[in-house]
């Protein structure tokens, strides 16, 4: 079965640095568009960015643009989540997730398969 685990979350000080691992299995790993997800607490789902699946294309939402970066390494099955600048509002459970198409969006409902997530606190 598809399988997406999450890791390199942890605490981190504002102004610091994470990355952010999500390895697929079960599945044709370069058919897939990626997309990375957090939730804080009592928030919904937000949408982080994506990558196709060439790893040609990101997007990010606002509040990470210029902070984060995604990348994919095609060959061992893993998209990354670099995180720099880390601001408290960044503290959330972040999720990698798969879209069995070429180029991933930011809504949810798009998304095929979903990492159990790994969790990101920035203390201040």
Same mark, same amino acid.
């Given at each position: ?37 957090r939730q804080a607490p009592g928030k919904g789902r937000e949408f982080v960015g994506s990558i196709s ?8 939402? @606002? ?26 509002? @960044? ?34």
């Amino acid at each position: 079965q598809v399988q997406l685990v999450e890791s390199g979350g942890g605490l981190v000080q504002a102004g610091g640095s994470l990355r952010l691992s999500c390895a697929a299995s079960g599945l044709t790993f370069n058919s897939y568009a990626m997309g990375w997800f957090r939730q804080a607490p009592g928030k919904g789902r937000e949408f982080v960015g994506s990558i196709s699946w060439s790893g040609g294309s990101t997007y990010y939402a @606002d509040s990470v643009k210029g902070r984060f970066a995604i990348s994919r390494d095609n060959a061992k099955n893993t998209v990354f989540l670099q995180m720099n600048s880390l601001k408290p509002e @960044d503290t959330a459970v972040y999720y990698c997730a798969a879209r069995a198409r070429e180029i991933a969006t930011p809504q949810r409902d798009d998304y095929n398969y979903w990492g159990q997530g790994t969790q990101v606190t920035v203390s201040s």
